[in-house]
């Protein structure tokens, strides 16, 4: 039906239908069941880690194949999207406005219902997606006409890192529904940041941060490019940079990676284009111009037409250098190891 991309129970505030229906009321109920939708190699990471931290997790898949890995996991895998109605949270994690839009809203052609429909009053959908802003201020309206909260916690790391719970986490929604969810977030990722009450504003900021990733991938590839074109060893260079005035994770991770020609998919090219097109509208809407974000769009687009739609953002790098004229030859087993990587659930 739907596309996808502290130890044990948590004890959480109040639900959200109780503290809009009454008092301030501060009864705590632990969180009993967690769904998931969108168990590709992130979601299946993250459902795993909250399973070992002793959380019962119910797992929306498409196909029942999957059902022993997942078991494997302590996962409850399931095919009946009505399963995770009774859950106290649902994380989504999936590719894109659509995929998380059919997952609230259901589909009336076909008659099915959603989360907003089906969940019950108090509980909360965890939207841990890259969306438009756009796209999670509806989501946070319909779930609060329905009596539930809604926190948008996007995430910056790539599948080793959700594993090995070093996600770094956006999260923003109401106090009160971000405090319950907290005990997850932590099980999740190493550190949370907490924006406030407007859902989109988390959305933004990790679009804008994908951004920067994404020209600092340009910019590091064009360089590498030009070293090359010149007859040079570039990882001194690389080396002098990192050490100095860009010594961040981005340039410190990814210039190794396009030293190596290392283009093994973390995070696919179409949807690093989908996070520069939505970033795009974005500054369309606010009227602010953002030329560089354009010139990363049109190198996407050049990658997927050179048929590199399944490697990783890092083959930026490799399209500067044919750009310059270079014929760098990624190793054919990466173009394997990528096609194998599924994000699909």
């Known amino acids: 039906m739907f596309k996808s991309e502290s130890s044990g129970f948590a004890v959480p505030e109040a639900s959200s239908s109780e503290r809009r229906k009454g008092d301030g009321s501060s009864r705590e109920l632990p969180v009993r069941k967690v769904g998931f939708v969108g168990l590709g190699h992130m979601g299946s990471a993250m459902a795993a880690n909250l399973s070992a931290a002793g959380y019962r997790v119910i797992a929306y898949v498409r196909r029942p194949d999957r059902f022993d890995s997942l078991a494997e996991l302590g996962i409850q895998p399931t095919t009946d999207f009505t399963h995770l109605f009774d859950c106290d949270i649902v994380i989504s994690m999936l590719p894109d406005d659509a995929a998380v839009r059919e997952v609230v809203f259901g589909r009336a052609d076909l008659g099915i219902g959603g989360l907003a429909a089906g969940l019950m009053q108090g509980a909360i959908h965890l939207s841990m997606s890259t969306i438009s802003t756009a796209a999670a201020s509806d989501l946070a309206r319909e779930h609060a006409r329905h009596g539930q909260g809604y926190v948008a916690a996007p995430v910056f ?20 529904d971000v405090e319950r969810c907290k005990p997850l977030l932590d099980r999740i990722g190493q550190r949370t940041f907490v924006l406030g009450p407007d859902a989109a504003y988390a959305n933004l900021v990790k679009l804008l941060g994908n951004m920067m ?27 002098i940079m990192t050490g100095t005035m860009f010594g961040g994770r981005a340039h410190r991770i990814y210039g190794d990676k396009i030293l190596a020609q290392s283009y093994a998919a973390g995070f696919v090219i179409p949807l690093a284009l989908k996070d520069v097109r939505l970033t795009l509208a974005e500054g369309e809407r606010a009227s602010t111009p953002l030329p560089s974000v354009g010139v990363v769009r049109d190198r996407l687009i050049t990658g997927i037409a050179r048929g590199y739609a399944e490697l990783d953002w890092t083959a930026l790098g490799l399209i500067a250098a044919e750009e310059a004229g270079l014929h760098l030859v990624a190793p054919a087993s990466q173009f394997e190891t990528a096609s194998t990587q599924g994000r699909g659930s």
């Open 213 to 239: 990733t994404a020209t600092a991938l340009e910019m590091l590839g064009e360089a590498v490019a030009l070293l090359l074109k010149r007859g040079f060893d570039p990882k001194p260079f690389v080396d």
């Open 157 to 176: 790391g790539n599948p080793a890192a959700a594993a090995a719970r070093e996600l770094f986490i956006i999260a923003a929604g109401a106090p009160a």
